[in-house]
């Protein structure tokens, strides 16, 4: 079965930093983009950036770009989120996701949870 | 880029039709013919329901439709049903491997 498979819940204090991780089942991985989108409490989808596992290609949206690092291990078929000094407004649930098409992302992991809290 | 607008509400009776609109800009909704629409349940990851404005995924049902006319999107749910309920998002390409979502809107099945 096609999956993505997030790490668990994260628990941090602002100024720490943070790798969160996703990885690919079922033989895709390095052939289509891996996108992280970003749900902050009771609001809407952001989306983040993306990554081609297969040569790590990557883009950010404008609102990301500096604040976040992607990257990807395509010989474990993992994708990573990085912070290198965690806010408390990064307190959020973060999503990775498959794309499909050019407007299409299929696949969907089952979220990250990320609390910032002192 | 700035996010699609999308009513933050709809509403409707099991079996009516409700249709959800998406407004964007000449650069993404009315640039591309790349609009997607994903429903989310509480606690849920989201589900991809539309692409490419109005193609639907495999196992998605016939109830729901997109269509696109100028810088608006919107999805239409026929035959409400129950399980209808959640929170519906547009999303739209905006070029150069970038993408756009909108607020997103609260479907309830009354």
């Known amino acids: 079965e096609v999956q993505l498979v997030q790490s668990g819940a994260e628990v941090k204090k602002p100024g720490e930093s943070l790798k969160i991780s996703c990885k690919g089942y079922?033989?895709?991985?390095?052939?289509?983009?891996i996108a992280w989108v970003r749900q902050m409490p009771g609001k809407g989808l952001e989306w983040m950036g993306i990554?081609?596992?297969?040569?790590?290609?990557?883009r950010y949206s404008p609102s990301f770009q500096g604040q976040v690092t992607i990257s990807a291990d395509k010989s474990i078929s993992t994708v990573y989120l990085q912070w290198s000094s965690l806010k408390a407004s990064d307190t959020a649930m973060y999503y990775c996701?498959?794309?499909?098409?050019?407007?299409?992302?299929?696949?969907w992991g089952q979220g990250t949870m990320v609390t910032v809290s002192s | 880029q700035s996010a699609l607008t999308q009513p933050p509400s709809a509403s409707g009776s099991p079996g009516q039709s409700v249709t959800i609109s998406c407004t964007g800009t000449s650069s993404d909704v009315g640039g591309y013919n790349y609009v997607s629409w994903y429903q989310q349940h509480p606690g849920k990851a989201p589900k991809l329901m539309i692409f490419e404005v109005s193609k639907r995924p495999s196992g998605v049902p016939d109830r729901f439709s997109g269509s696109k006319s100028g810088n608006t999107a919107s999805l239409t749910v026929s035959g409400l049903q129950a399980e209808d309920e959640a929170h519906f998002y547009c999303s739209s390409y905006a070029g150069s491997n970038n993408w756009v979502f909108g607020g997103g809107t609260k479907l309830t099945v009354l």
């Open positions: 996701a498959r794309r499909l098409t050019e407007d299409a992302f299929d696949i």
């Open positions: 079922g033989n895709f991985f390095s052939t289509y983009w």
């Open positions: 990554i081609y596992p297969g040569d790590s290609d990557t």
